[in-house]
């Protein structure tokens, strides 16, 4: 048996985990999830009945992790320690990792289902600001960056990574030629070939 079971459906966030596995080396048990008939244990294992969500089976017991950025660290720290940050490059790990899955996430889904901050008030209280400010804010780091610690890949790549490849593939991200770069760079990982590689085609 597989130490890991990930639900999954292959329309979903749940790609994103499936490259993080792969960039781990390790393969889970898929557990197919239809949106009209969730499985009980997906709902026991998370309420919110989201993917993806993984169940480790530990020596310690069985684990829950949801969220897809925490997943993709968790497996790193769990399973793929040459994918986590060096003492030097912790802080732009962490930054950019949470900054991927609050205000970009936020700014490119509130975008996509035509929602906006009306005013500078709004923009205030709004953790994103404007989605103007977070693409040029990503778009200002890599322009100088080839990856999100710099010129390393780690685990927050694939994370950072997939919010600006799917918006790119999606059109729900601005197209700057940094994220053409970037996802070009990411699109060569042959973890990324073995998961999502085929999506295009
Ligand atoms: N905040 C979650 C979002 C996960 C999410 O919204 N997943 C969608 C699929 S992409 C889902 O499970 N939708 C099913 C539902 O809400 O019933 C994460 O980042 O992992």
Not at 40 to 45: K, P, V
Not at 97 to 106: I, Q, V
Not at 137 to 148: A, N, P, R, V
Not at 171 to 178: A, E, G, N
Request: a negative charge.
């Amino acid at each position: 048996m597989s130490d890991y079971t990930l639900f999954f459906n292959p329309m979903s966030r749940a790609l994103i985990v499936q490259w993080a596995f792969a960039e781990a080396g390790v393969e889970p048990k898929l557990a197919m999830v239809e949106w009209e008939d969730k499985p009980a244990e997906l709902l026991e294992a998370n309420p919110m009945g989201k993917i993806p969500t993984i169940i480790h089976h530990a020596e310690f017991g069985n684990k829950v992790v949801s969220e897809a950025a925490a997943i993709c660290h968790y497996l790193a720290e769990m399973e793929a320690p040459d994918l986590l940050p060096r003492a030097e490059e912790k802080a732009d790990y962490f930054r950019w990792l949470f900054f991927a899955a609050g205000p970009a996430e936020a700014a490119i889904t509130n975008r996509a289902m035509g929602w906006e901050p009306k005013d500078a008030k709004q923009e205030m209280t709004s953790g994103f600001g404007s989605f103007e400010r977070v693409v040029d804010t990503l778009d200002i780091w890599f322009q100088s960056h080839d990856f999100t610690c710099g010129d390393r890949f780690t685990m927050a790549d694939v994370y950072v990574g997939s919010q600006i490849d799917w918006g790119l593939n999606f059109s729900t991200l601005t197209d700057r030629p940094s994220f053409r770069a970037y996802q070009s760079r990411l699109q060569e990982r042959a973890a990324y070939k073995a998961t999502l590689g085929s999506l295009g085609d």
